[in-house]
């Protein structure tokens, strides 16, 4: 007696298969794409360079903080959950106060600070040095 393959049923489970695989990776794809990684809040430390005293301040986005002569806002913060290293950013905003003839409201710093490398937006000023810390 001569023994046959069912090519057909072979052939469809192959196919069935693959596109199981494929489905299953198109929704893992949608889930993980889902995830904000925006967060709500912002750290920042900020230094006085004249009494070298530094201060953690929490920032809620898009309010303003006023810390002594500085008026700070973040406008929006990320992480990049993917990297080993992850890379935290954050959309700055700063008005030093004490300059009340402008009227213009004019920005000290306004730009993206990223946490590893802050010396590619740098913010300028006599008195205080700020830098990003964390986002959550």
Not at 38 to 57: A, F, P, Y
Not at 96 to 107: A, H, I, R, Y
Request: aromatic share 12%.
């Amino acid at each position: 007696m001569l023994l046959k393959k069912n090519i057909k049923v072979g052939k469809f489970n192959y196919n069935s298969i693959i596109l199981i695989f494929c489905f299953l990776l198109f929704l893992t794809q949608k889930v993980s794409s889902d995830k904000n990684p925006q967060g709500q809040n912002t750290d920042l430390k900020i230094l006085d360079k004249i009494s070298s005293k530094n201060e953690l301040i929490k920032l809620n986005n898009k309010e303003e903080y006023i810390y002594k002569d500085l008026s700070i806002k973040s406008m929006k913060c990320t992480n990049s959950e993917l990297d080993d290293n992850p890379e935290i950013k954050a959309y700055i905003q700063v008005k030093d106060l004490t300059k009340k003839d402008n009227k213009d409201n004019v920005f000290v710093f306004n730009g993206w600070m990223f946490s590893s490398s802050p010396s590619i937006a740098p913010f300028d000023h006599p008195v205080y040095d700020i830098w990003l810390v964390g986002c959550y």
